[in-house]
């Protein structure tokens, strides 16, 4: 079957957000390059646009042979922006929506949005192929589509494992993007990638080892060697793996770095750890020879009796034990701190501050404690009076802590654990590996002193009454 017997032929894939989300807003869309290979072969025209990007209006990309819009809409945000954006596209065009938030949210947007032709539940390149090639059709697992004025779901797409052979599609990328860090933006040239997919492991509070239909997915792997080839197709310095979790096989790890290090490729490199790979300290030698640079580490809580009701699998000692063994290497430590934890008391969360300083942490990820669509954590907070779930954000709280004294606990627990200690010891590294020059340095000292003050005023405003929002 040639192109020209396609159902569609010129493609536009719209990331439609301006701002998305405020500290981590410059990584790259990889969902739609995935999408975009997926389909390339067998239309005449393929487009990516991401709005956060861009300064020529949406209209601008369509003209009048544009048949199909394909929309990823993965969080719960610019929710009027991101409706304006579809309803804006002409009629003639088939619309259709995807993504973790679409998924999860399938009957809200198709009432919400009447421009929404079909939506993709679950992973988008397969069902995207087909669409090309069928038009949208009851024969397509994983989509819902308009008929007759009702809303049809067809069977859900059965979980595939990663495939080794499927990169995503660079080379439509029209922008650089560029580490930033709220209005401060960096040099650094960062890019993403997918080693493997799906989680191993079973903490309670956890449900991104879910995808958004509910149902677990198998942890897979690629081959070292298809891990290897793409990332020598990368032109960013950094790259980020977004695996749920990139260790949970240290040997095949092993190998990655082994080819590496053999091609003399220099790239640095960010991904989600475990605790665990400090057992593994010939492995992270290799990981640091071959530019492995940070690690996103999950702690989630201080306390031994939290860490044993989310099943996270180690105590507080444990993790002494394992910074013992981290500490002698020099990569970046971002680790996650919960706040809001069942069971904590205000000065129980304000405990990661100490413990972060203890383990030498270099930077935190705080969250308030969610429980959203099929959170392992609903069927405990069920049998809690005292605790409740935020209807639209799915955060938890109780009759002690409000949603609102949640978020400033968490805002008084970043700010007093960036000490100039800890901030210094972060730049060290960053110029260790020769991602900061001492120009560089100054202006990131200038920019964290500046923040700081700002908190430290708003603390003294809210000691004497007056709350700045």
């Known amino acids: 079957m040639g192109k020209t017997d396609m159902r569609y032929k010129k493609v536009l894939c719209i990331y439609p957000y301006k701002q998305e989300l405020k500290t981590v807003g410059f990584l790259p869309p990889i969902g739609l390059e995935y999408v975009a290979s997926a389909i390339e ?3 005449e025209s393929v487009t990516i646009i991401d709005l956060r990007y861009e300064s020529r ?3 601008s990309f369509i003209d009048k042979n544009t048949d199909l819009v394909l929309v990823s809409h993965n969080w719960d945000i610019e929710g009027d922006f991101v409706k304006s954006t579809i309803t804006s596209i002409p009629d003639k065009i088939t619309v259709i929506v995807g993504g973790r938030y679409a998924t999860e949210c399938v009957h809200g947007l198709f009432e919400d949005i009447p421009r929404i032709d079909g939506i993709a539940r679950g992973d988008g390149e397969e069902i995207a192929r087909e669409i090309v090639q069928k038009g949208i059709s009851p024969d397509i697992e ?3 589509f308009r008929f007759n004025d009702k ?3 067809n069977k859900n797409r059965r979980l595939e494992p990663v495939r080794s052979d499927f990169y995503p599609n660079r080379k439509l990328r029209r922008y650089r993007y ?3 860090l709220d209005e401060f933006q960096s040099d650094i040239q960062i890019d993403l990638m997918l080693g493997s997919r799906g989680c191993p492991y079973n903490c309670k509070f956890c449900d991104f080892k879910f995808n958004p239909l509910g149902e677990k997915r198998k942890w897979s792997i690629r081959t070292p060697e298809s891990v290897v080839s793409e990332i020598k197709t990368i032109e960013a310095g950094v790259v980020g793996f977004a695996d749920d979790i990139f260790t949970a096989d240290m040997n095949w790890v092993e190998r990655i770095c082994d080819l590496i290090i053999e091609e003399g490729i220099k790239k640095k490199y960010v991904i989600n750890a475990r605790l665990e790979v400090a057992k593994r300290p010939d492995v992270l030698k290799k990981m640091y020879k071959a530019g492995f640079m940070a690690f996103l580490l999950g702690i989630e809580s201080a306390h031994d009796k939290t860490l044993a009701s989310m099943n996270k699998g180690f105590t507080t000692a444990t993790v002494r034990e394992y910074f013992e063994v981290l500490r002698q290497f020099h990569f970046i430590y971002h680790c996650y701190f919960i706040i809001g934890n069942i069971g904590e008391t205000r000065d129980e969360m304000l405990d990661a501050v100490e413990f972060a300083h203890e383990l030498g942490v270099d930077t935190l990820g705080l969250s308030v404690l969610r429980a959203t669509k099929y959170s392992p954590l609903k069927a405990i907070l069920k049998e809690l009076d005292d605790y409740h779930i935020e ?8 009759d002690m802590l409000s949603v609102e004294e949640l978020q400033q606990i968490r805002r008084d627990v970043n700010a007093s654990f ?3 200690p800890v901030i210094l010891r972060v730049l060290k590294k960053l110029i260790i590996h020769r991602l900061l020059t001492f120009a560089r340095v100054y202006e990131i000292i200038v ?4 923040r700081k003050s700002k908190w430290m005023a708003k603390k003294k405003a809210i000691r004497m009454g007056h709350v700045i929002r």
């Open 418 to 420: 960036f000490t100039i």
């Open 41 to 43: 072969d067998l239309v």
């Open 447 to 450: 920019y964290a002193a500046r």
């Open 178 to 180: 560029m580490v930033t």
């Open 142 to 144: 994983g989509l819902s």
């Open 57 to 59: 209006s949406l209209s």
């Open 391 to 398: 209807e639209e954000s799915g955060k938890v709280y109780s």
């Open 151 to 153: 809303i049809v779901h």
